[in-house]
């Protein structure tokens, strides 16, 4: 073979030599082959049973935590979901969850940072941001607060989104009545009550957050409309009474209470919401009994006025021996009541309307002034000044 | 021994024949080089991965699933862990002891690459025991020295040189950290940055191969998530810059303190009785336990879900820092008795919780003006990385990589360049350097290799001092010249671009020889000088100044152009003076 002999300068010992070694890295390699294909093989089934002992621990974690926020324990909780997490990272459900235990648990700064952080990677989230508003509201940051708010019903929700944006509109609502923000919470109440469905339970609601809002008519109108129908839920007869009072309007009023007190559902309520809704009635009955109405015949009308005048007399004579030192204002009632006659007759009073309206302007008036000065009356003298509050009211009946 | 403790000689490496290997199979070494490198690093990535599970699978059975305070679980079992890993250390695996990273530079430097399978094992075994019992200590430093322990071994079965032997446990230990940290550009740049010391064109081919293989492999396990969940990392104001900038400072300053804490406990502890050697890693888990039994079980272990929870801001300032410190007292108690394990992870573990402390107080004070807290709690986490490490380059790329977003590089790169000077200036010595000298050995120091400056022959480049003659010259109008010069050597300039340093005995010897109008080339003997050029090694021209006593040196773009001369006494002075 001269030719193969040109081609390698090897002895035939080195050849040898030669062959074995290659045999010997073949056989190395096919070994460390078959060693990395059976610790491959060891490792997948290590591996495997370790992924699912973290995945039952995981979902273990995660009940004991759904367990101990239903409760009320919410570092237990909070525990829970964290060891969740640690085997099971990056679930959405369960970080927002950890995030509302360390919330509930009163960890407001950690709460604030983990939910801030959530945020971060979705800064559209609804709920996300609904906590973070509660938090802000938590700790007395009220632009946050309600730029959070504002955010929430901007942002995303999973599930019924709209009932959900009407939910955080109201709790926004109700935290801005507590914050004596009346103006905005009644936007807040239009925009409510312009979408809300047609369910008497959520027009109550809005109803009753207007009247805490200072819009007691529009809820008037709520609560009317919503006693219109047939059957009519107790409350809204009852909204309807109470609203129609502090508006004035003691007719309509009592005619809503007294269908409240006839209700079939009214003795299964409250012993104090019964009582209320009574003495609520008792009071608007006797209004009526004291007010002068156009309709009433002359001689009855000019009877009431003079006894309005006898009880508002009573009440600054009352007043001003209270004070220590003689009000102007006081002093200036006493002199007008000086020029109104002191000895009147019904009969006599019925023929003059001109002086019946001057002695009610006078009763309104002490009314008022005496209840600026020696605080808030009693009695029919609370009654009188509710009248004062709304003479326009009480014509409109 | 110290040196005996730290790599076993057991086992004899048999003597290979390079000369008669280089006849026989020329590109053997060669070819297995690359095809070794893949083996190696799909070895590294599963054991990796088992080390990773075998340390999970050891929490929950020792600490159970979710730890919390009050559970005397948390006193007893990194104490009982302390203790049985001491005895494993000392009878059964003293090569296991340590970090990792030192073994490895010294089965390097001192034993030609060599791990041996013992060592390997008990790295393995003791240090899953320890960190999964609750011991203040990393995997990824383990994981190298596994890594590298795998690459010894394999080039000692296929009997490859001495040489590549050496080379071997730097490309395993990229692997082993790859895999761990699933960050395969970091591996491969801690490697060369801590290990090496220097860029290798030789090497890193492999390096590259094998790390990238371990991580294909651990994330086919893994996923492709680093060890926690990268938030979304932004930098929302240039002002905030300034936040960076604090963390820098502070970084710089917890490196120290860690630095010192380590500097003085380790040695200290070591320097008592023998028998005490066998507790100390009991002692240390006692009161690691006993900081988690107290209320911070966080600091119990790796730390890689906390860090995790840090980055995703589930803390609060206040905490975060508490956890810092603690982590950095844990860590020290732990590493100081000697308990197998590493630091990586605890270093980013501190820096981690460093950061998001810096994030969550800016974004608490500051909420208009901030980027997320996981950006901080990243950028902390390359800050203490860069002032306790001293790895500069790989903390900046561990960031990069891991966050994927090179906005926030700026940052990054500012507050770990101030960690990294601060550190230095205040404690000049590197950590990894202290621990060498405390086990007695001298390793190279790896800063000191990385910012050496090699001097060039432009350094020593003198001006053009001797005649230069054309190759055509009759010999008796060269020995005209030459009669005037008192010089010893002058240059001839030939035909071809090739240039030749005649001494003045050659000149006598030529006249002697030959008629007088004879071309002076046809003097001269064939070989020519070297090429050689400013921007050269100083070093290379010293193979030449036996055969030459002038150089003449050239320019790049013009070989007919001489930059200067240099002889053998410019590059000894320039070396003396350097």
């Not at chain 2, 490496?13 to 690359?34: D, G």
């Not at chain 2, 960690?419 to 205040?426: D, E, F, I, M, N």
């Not at chain 2, 921007?535 to 007919?560: E, I, M």
Request: a neutral charge.
């Amino acid at each position: 073979m001269p030719v193969f002999e040109l081609r390698s300068p090897l002895t035939a010992e080195e050849r040898q030599y030669k062959r074995k070694l290659i045999l010997r890295d073949v056989v190395a390699l096919l070994s460390l082959f078959a060693i990395t294909a059976a610790l491959a093989v060891a490792t997948y089934f290590l591996f495997n049973s370790f992924a699912r002992r973290r995945q039952a621990l995981a979902e273990r974690w995660l009940e004991r935590g759904e367990s101990a926020m239903s409760n009320g324990h919410p570092e237990q909780a909070v525990d829970a979901f964290r060891s969740a997490l640690e085997y099971d990272p990056g679930q959405r459900e369960t970080e927002i969850k950890l995030a509302m235990a360390l919330s509930a648990a009163g960890r407001t700064e950690e709460a604030v940072s983990y939910f801030n952080t959530l945020l971060e990677s979705e800064p559209g989230n609804g709920l996300i941001n609904l906590q973070l508003a509660r938090l802000a509201a938590k700790q007395g940051s009220e632009s946050r607060a309600v730029e959070y708010y504002q955010r929430a019903l901007d942002g995303r929700w999973q599930g019924d989104g709209y009932e959900r944006r009407r939910m955080v509109r109201l709790e926004l609502t109700r935290y801005l009545i507590n914050r004596k923000d009346y103006s905005k919470a009644r936007t807040q109440l239009l925009v409510v009550a312009g979408n809300a469905p047609d369910d008497p339970k959520i027009k109550l609601e809005i109803a009753g957050l207007m009247e805490e809002a200072q819009d007691p008519a529009s809820a008037f109108e709520i609560y009317q409309s919503i006693a219109d129908r047939k059957p009519c839920p107790i409350e809204a007869l009852e909204g309807a009474g109470r609203v129609a009072f502090a508006l004035g309007r003691f007719q309509l009023a009592r005619a809503y209470l007294e269908r409240a007190a006839n209700h079939p559902d009214f003795g299964s309520q409250a012993e104090t919401v019964q009582s209320s809704n009574r003495k609520l009635l008792d009071a608007t009955i006797h209004v009526l009994q004291l007010v002068p109405g156009t309709e009433l015949p002359p001689k009855e009308r000019a009877a009431r006025v003079l006894h309005a005048a006898e009880v508002a007399k009573g009440r600054l004579a009352a007043c001003s021996t209270n004070t220590p030192t003689t009000s102007p204002s006081l002093a200036d009632l006493a002199s007008r009541w000086q020029q109104i006659p002191a000895k009147s007759s019904p009969m006599v009073l019925a023929r003059d309307p001109q002086m019946e309206q001057t002695i009610m302007n006078l009763v309104f008036d002490t009314e008022k002034q005496t209840a600026a000065t020696c605080g808030p009356p009693s009695g029919e003298d609370a009654l009188l000044l509710k009248i004062a509050q709304s003479p326009m009211g009480v014509e409109m009946q | 021994m110290k040196v005996d403790s730290l790599v076993e000689t057991g086992e004899q490496i048999e003597p290979i024949h390079n000369s008669e290997l280089q006849k026989i199979a020329p590109t053997r070494e060669e070819r297995l080089f690359l095809v070794l490198s893949i083996f190696i690093g799909v070895l590294s990535g599963l054991l990796v991965v088992s080390f990773r599970v075998a340390i999970e699978w050891i929490r929950i059975l020792t600490l159970g699933s979710a730890p919390h305070p009050g559970q005397y679980r948390l006193l007893l079992a990194p104490a009982l862990a302390g203790l049985g890993v001491a005895l494993l250390v000392r009878w059964l695996f003293p090569g296991a002891v340590g970090s990792g990273v030192n073994q490895t530079k010294a089965a390097l430097y001192i034993y030609n690459g060599y791990i041996s399978f013992r060592t390997v094992i008990g790295k393995f075994v003791t240090s899953a025991i320890a960190i999964g019992a609750g011991h203040s200590l990393g995997p990824e430093d383990p994981s190298l020295q596994i890594g590298a322990g795998v690459a010894s071994m394999i080039a000692r079965r296929l009997r490859l040189s001495r040489q590549s032997l050496r080379l071997f446990a730097p490309i395993g230990a990229a692997a082993g950290l790859a895999a761990a940290f699933n960050a395969p550009i970091s591996a491969i740049l801690f490697v060369i940055e801590e290990v090496i010391g220097r860029w290798s064109a030789a090497v890193l081919g492999s390096v590259v191969l094998s790390a990238i293989s371990s991580v294909v492999v651990a994330r086919w396990f893994w996923g492709s998530e680093p060890i926690f969940r990268i938030p979304q990392v932004t930098l929302r104001d240039p002002r905030e810059l300034t936040a960076y900038a604090v963390l820098g400072v502070a970084g710089g300053l917890v490196a120290l303190i860690f630095s010192k804490a380590l500097g003085y406990l380790r040695p200290h502890l070591r320097s008592l009785a023998r028998w005490t050697h066998f507790f100390q890693p009991g002692l240390a888990g006692l009161m690691v336990g006993a900081i988690g039994f107290f209320g911070f079980p966080q600091v119990m272990g790796p730390g890689y879900g906390v860090i995790d929870q840090a980055m995703h801001g589930q803390f609060a300032w206040k905490l975060l820092i508490a956890l810092a410190l603690l982590k950095l007292l844990a860590t020290t108690l732990s590493f100081s008795s000697g308990t197998p394990g590493g630091m990586f992870a605890p270093t980013l573990f501190i820096g981690a919780m460093l950061g998001a402390a810096v994030g969550s107080f800016e974004k608490h004070y500051f909420p208009h003006l901030t980027g997320t807290v996981g950006a901080y709690a990243l950028t902390g986490m390359g800050v203490l990385f860069a002032g306790f490490l001293r790895a500069p380059l790989t903390s900046v790329f561990m960031v990069l990589e891991v966050s994927g977003n090179y906005s926030i590089v700026l940052p990054v790169i500012l507050a770990n360049t101030i960690a990294y000077l601060l550190s230095r200036s205040l404690q000049p010595v590197p950590i990894f350097e202290i621990f060498t000298h405390q086990d007695g050995l001298d390793l190279p120091s790896m800063e000191e290799q990385r910012e050496e400056s090699v001097l060039h022959i432009e350094d020593a480049l003198g001006p053009l001092n001797v005649p230069v003659v054309s190759g055509s010259e009759p010999i008796e109008a060269v020995s005209a010249t030459m009669s005037f010069d008192e010089i010893s050597a002058f240059l001839v300039q030939l035909w071809d671009g090739s240039w030749y340093t005649m001494t003045r005995d050659e000149l006598s010897s030529a006249t002697a020889m030959l008629t007088g109008n004879t071309p002076i080339e046809r003097a001269l003997k064939p070989d020519r000088t070297p090429l050689l050029f400013p921007d050269l090694p100083l070093d290379t021209t010293l193979r030449y100044f036996s055969r030459w006593p002038l150089l003449p040196v050239l320019n790049r773009a013009n070989k007919n152009k001489l930059e200067g001369v240099i002889t053998l006494e410019d590059v000894l002075r320039r070396y003396q003076n350097s």
